[in-house]
């Protein structure tokens, strides 16, 4: 046989071994991309995987002062969606809304200074 030829069928054939692979790499890429999502779009826990790409699509698209414009509107119909399931979203400020927060309160510690009681 060719010699170039069972080079060709040898890379073919390692081609469609590492195809399950590429599939599994594909799916991990889209559900790291579904995670970066819920921490970066506000309410993302309540839109549609659709929702979301366009969410991405529409603020790649707009200048800056567009994007602000858009999340205040956004984040209006997110708290309006919230309200009607009856569902708490998490603040900005890391409250992870239901009560189980972890904003920081002066003093609680994690800084420099002393801040707790001595």
Do not use: C, W
């Not at 698209?61 to 708290?79: G, I, L, W, Y």
Request: avoid cysteine; hydrophobic fraction near 25%; charged fraction near 35%.
């Amino acid at each position: 046989m060719n010699p170039r030829l069972t080079r060709g069928m040898m890379a073919m054939a390692a081609l469609l071994m590492a195809a399950p692979a590429l599939a599994q790499d594909t799916d991990r890429d889209r559900t790291r991309q579904e995670l970066q999502d819920r921490d970066r779009i506000y309410g993302s826990q309540l839109m549609t995987p659709q929702e979301r790409a366009e969410y991405r699509d529409r603020m790649r698209s707009m200048t800056p002062s567009q994007r602000a414009k858009f999340r205040q509107e956004h984040r209006r119909r997110m708290d309006q969606r919230a309200r009607q399931r009856g569902v708490r979203l998490p603040s900005r400020d890391g409250d992870q809304g239901n009560g189980g927060g972890t904003r920081k309160r002066p003093g609680s510690g994690g800084g420099m200074g002393g801040g707790g009681r001595p």
